[in-house]
């Protein structure tokens, strides 16, 4: 049985900085009809491996249905395709957001396939690697099967999580899938937290009620065994007086007596303001 290293959005600033340090180019790839959720992952993907200097560029290559530009903020403008079909210089299509340069999709585009086939990627990977630069390649699994630059790795953007069975249909470095949680859900939809019992607070009520039972049962008990004594005692005959006396002694009277019982019961953002200018390939 296949298993991938689980990458849950909450552990990404821990988890991602080690698996794309050496890497120059890496895909990342959306597994989910929810390209919002995926391009949101994408997103802080590049600003986790930008946030300590490194040179980051996020290029979106979902080129039917791009979403980067709304994630990031960013209006339609020109991008990828501008720059491979037109001639439009990398450097006009990349805009620094937060640290991070965003290449949006740009035009419609007839032909993905040859965007994803272009010889320029080959020269902008080895550019990146040069320059110590990361170029991430956000793109489906279409787009990563003609891509002409083979990757560094690849990481899988799946809310859901995949099977043991997936594959990326590339021999390429597959360095792990970001998801919601780390366990799948159980039906459809988002993964939702499992739903707890409150097991633990009842055996701590258990013992109190034991207890309480315990002494009330107690006092019942030393209560009948008071009245029983206050009732041997009215039975028993007061003493004869003395016969030299003609005073009469009192009779002791006898009660129970009252006691008094108390029972207590008392859980960066990191702000560039100093960002270093897109690497720029001097091959490409």
């Not at 791009?66 to 079909?85: K, R, Y």
């Not at 701590?204 to 008071?226: E, K, Y």
Request: proline content about 11%.
């Amino acid at each position: 049985m296949t298993t991938f290293r689980q990458l849950p959005l909450s552990r990404l600033g821990h988890l991602v900085p080690p698996l794309v340090d050496d890497a120059a180019l890496v895909a990342l790839m959306p597994v989910t009809d929810d390209l919002q959720w995926a391009a949101k992952a994408a997103w802080d993907i590049a600003r986790i491996a930008a946030r300590d200097g490194r040179r980051v560029a996020l290029v979106d290559l979902c080129l039917e249905h791009p979403a980067l530009h709304e994630i990031t903020g960013l209006a339609s403008t020109e991008g990828i395709v501008d720059a491979f079909e037109y001639g439009v210089s990398l450097n006009k299509a990349a805009h620094e957001v937060t640290g991070v340069f965003i290449i949006p999709a740009g035009s419609d585009t007839a032909n993905p396939a040859e965007v994803y086939g272009h010889a320029r990627w080959r020269k902008l990977h080895a550019g990146f690697r040069s320059e110590g630069a990361l170029l991430l390649a956000f793109l489906p699994a279409s787009g990563l099967a003609q891509l002409a630059a083979d990757p560094d790795g690849v990481i899988v953007l799946a809310p859901e999580g995949v099977t043991a069975e997936f594959a990326i249909g590339r021999d390429v470095p597959l360095l792990g899938v970001v998801r919601d949680r780390w366990l799948p859900s159980t039906g459809g939809g988002r993964i939702s937290p499992p739903m707890t019992v409150p097991v633990v607070a009842e055996p701590r009520r258990g013992p109190r009620v034991v207890l309480a039972a315990l002494l009330v049962a107690a006092l019942a008990v030393g209560g009948w065994a008071l009245l029983a004594r206050a009732r041997e005692s009215a039975l028993v005959a007061p003493p004869p007086p003395a016969p030299h006396s003609l005073s009469r002694s009192p009779i002791p009277s006898v009660g129970p007596s009252s006691s008094r019982h108390t029972h207590p019961w008392t859980r960066p953002s990191l702000t560039r303001t100093d960002s270093p200018p897109m690497p720029v390939c001097r091959h490409s």
